[in-house]
Every structure is written in C-alpha cells, then in structure tokens.
C-alpha cells in the first residue's frame, strides 16, 4: 500500500526509556524509537509487549494508572515533555485516541466532535470548516451526525474518536490498536482513513497495532515489541518481507503458512531477546 521513504525530520524522540508500575513493576526496558514528520509509525506486537504504554508514557497518561518513566528521556520538537501535563501536550499538538473507541454515549456524533474542538482559539468559521473536513473523511458520521454516539456502531465509534482528535487540529495523533475489535472490512477502511489523513492533512502518526499485517501495509516504518523491549524495527516494506515478521506475525514460513502452535515455537524469538 504504502511504501514511501521514511521522511527525514523527527518529530518525536523516545530514548532508552524505563516505565515502572507501582515502584515495582518493571513494564518497558530501554525502548528507544523516532516518529518522522509526515509519516505513519507502527508500534507492533503481541498483547503485553509495551505498545499501550509507550503510547501513555508519550503522552503523560501513566500517572493514573501509577506507573511513570523511571529512566531515559521523551522530547517532542527537541523539547523535553516527560513532565507536560496531556492537557499541555494537546496544545502542542500532540493527541491520543485511546484504544477502546472512547466516546461521549449519551452525546451525539457530532457533539462528541465538537468536544474535539473545545480548546481552540480560532474561531467558529474554522472549527466549522474542519468539522466538515472531518465529515469528508468520515463520510459515515456525517450520516450518523444526530444519532447517540452509545448507540452507534464499533466502526462508527472508532470513526467518531479518531475524528474527535482531528478537531483539535493535531499535529501528531498516537492511535491505540485502531482495529481492536472490528470486523476486517472495517479495520481496512479504518487505515485507509488514517493513509488519506495522513496524506492530505501531513498529520503524523504512531499507531499501536496488533495487527502486523494491516499495519504494515499502511506504515513507513514499524517497531515490533516483545516483553517491553523493541527486537526489531525497519521500514515497513522490509519488515513485511523478513522472514522473522512472516513466520512470528503474519503466520507464513520458508515453508508456507504455519499453524498457531508452530509459529509460537521461539526458536527465532529467543535470538531477539538474547
């Protein structure tokens, strides 16, 4: 789908960071990875690997659930926000979609996109363009634009929360396992929205994805996680084709397509993580 090269200026800088749950629980171990502008960075691995996480300790969200960056450092822009409320992050223009497809139920669909708007200082005019900006995209929710959001479909709810994002003009959205639940259909639309924002606003994304095969796909470039550590990264063209990603992530082999059992066999797993 997607195989352009990965654009040169960093936007994002995650350095050899620790997070720590609880003053215990040691959850990311020196996890280092750079998202470019202009581009859409996967964060790949199994449920557990760190994905979440690095998402949160991005985006200053660890704190509710006690946990902080023990170790390492996190700039946006070249400006250290390790310690930037989320609040301070949205003005610098970096938003999360969390996963789950968060939404307001007892709102309507376009209520819940105009939460999206709330901080913005640039008037009605503007807010209303990009509202139907936003319906171009997501020509769906503005069918749905009345209906309560609690009401909607999964798809329409995921639809709705990365929009809602959108309306807060964003210059980096961090997107949380998009797919999650959806039917494959509707996972494939989901990241064509993502590839047509990206392309046509130069909104930058890391997104947290299960889902190796999509994801890459659509990706420039793409870390994969295992046990809180980054084993590997590359472009996503070159990921797709090595033999590693297709036996333990895409389920395919030297000798074809493998069952479950057999792709969970770690001989190649142990390698990484030696």
Same mark, same amino acid.
């Given at each position: 789908m997607l195989d352009a090269a990965k654009p040169e200026t960093t936007l994002l800088e995650v350095n050899n960071i620790e997070v720590i749950y609880n003053h215990v629980i040691l959850v990311l171990k020196g996890v280092s990875l750079n998202v470019p502008k202009g581009g859409i960075t996967a964060l790949l691995g199994g449920n557990g690997a760190g994905k979440t996480t690095t998402l949160k300790a991005v985006s200053n969200l660890l704190k509710s659930e006690r946990g902080e960056v023990s170790k390492g450092s996190i700039t946006y822009r070249g400006q250290s926000i390790t310690h930037m409320s989320p609040a301070d992050l949205v003005k610098m223009g970096v938003i999360q979609v969390m996963e789950g497809r968060h939404c307001f139920e007892h709102l309507t669909v376009e209520e819940n996109l105009m939460t999206g708007a709330y901080t913005r200082r640039d008037g009605r005019a503007?807010?209303?363009?990009?509202?139907?900006?936003? =319906?171009? =995209?997501?020509?769906?929710? !503005?069918?749905?634009? !009345?209906?309560?959001?609690? +009401?909607?479909?999964?798809?329409?709810?995921?639809?709705?929360?990365?929009?809602?994002?959108?309306?807060?003009?964003?210059?980096?959205?961090?997107?949380?396992?998009?797919?999650?639940?959806?039917?494959?259909?509707?996972?494939?639309?989901?990241?064509?929205?993502? !590839? #047509?924002?990206?392309?046509?606003?130069?909104?930058?994304?890391?997104?947290?994805?299960?889902?190796?095969?999509?994801?890459?796909?659509?990706?420039? =470039?793409? +870390?994969?996680?295992?046990?809180?550590?980054?084993?590997?990264?590359?472009?996503? #063209?070159?990921l797709r084709e090595n033999p590693d990603v297709k036996e333990f992530y895409l389920g395919v082999g030297d000798e074809g397509r493998k069952s479950f059992r057999d792709v969970r066999s770690y001989r190649r797993r142990k390698r990484w993580l030696a």
């Open positions: 503007a807010v209303a363009a990009d509202l139907e900006m936003v =319906y171009t =995209y997501f020509p769906r929710l !503005k069918e749905r634009r !009345k209906s309560q959001a609690g +009401y909607t479909s999964g798809g329409e709810q995921q639809m709705t929360a990365i929009g809602r994002a959108l309306m807060s003009r964003p210059e980096t959205i961090l997107l949380d396992e998009p797919s999650m639940g959806l039917a494959p259909q509707l996972v494939e639309q989901i990241f064509e929205i993502v !590839k #047509a924002v990206n392309e046509g606003e130069g909104v930058t994304f890391l997104l947290a994805e299960q889902n190796t095969n999509v994801a890459l796909r659509f990706a420039h =470039y793409g +870390y994969i996680l295992e046990s809180g550590r980054v084993v590997m990264d590359g472009p996503a #063209a070159a």
